[in-house]
């Protein structure tokens, strides 16, 4: 939803009942849970790192970086 709201494109993958995907997803997040936020193929971590983020007044740059 804050992603929608900040009007920002984004590709969901799903990565459940897809072990090789989960797999990817691990290696290259270092994280196990779902969702792993990747911006610009940098992992920020899960749902709750990028409301960090955006709490932290960083999401922006980040996003706009990009």
Do not use: W
């Not at 969702?35 to 920020?44: A, G, H, R, S, V």
């Amino acid at each position: 939803m804050l992603l929608d709201h900040k009007q920002v494109e984004y590709t969901e993958i799903p990565v459940d009942g897809d072990p090789e995907k989960r797999q990817e997803m691990t290696r290259l997040s270092g994280g196990h849970t779902v969702p792993q936020i990747f911006i610009d193929e940098t992992p920020i971590g899960g749902c709750d790192d990028m409301f960090a983020l955006e709490r932290q007044g960083q999401l922006d740059e980040l996003l706009n970086a990009s």
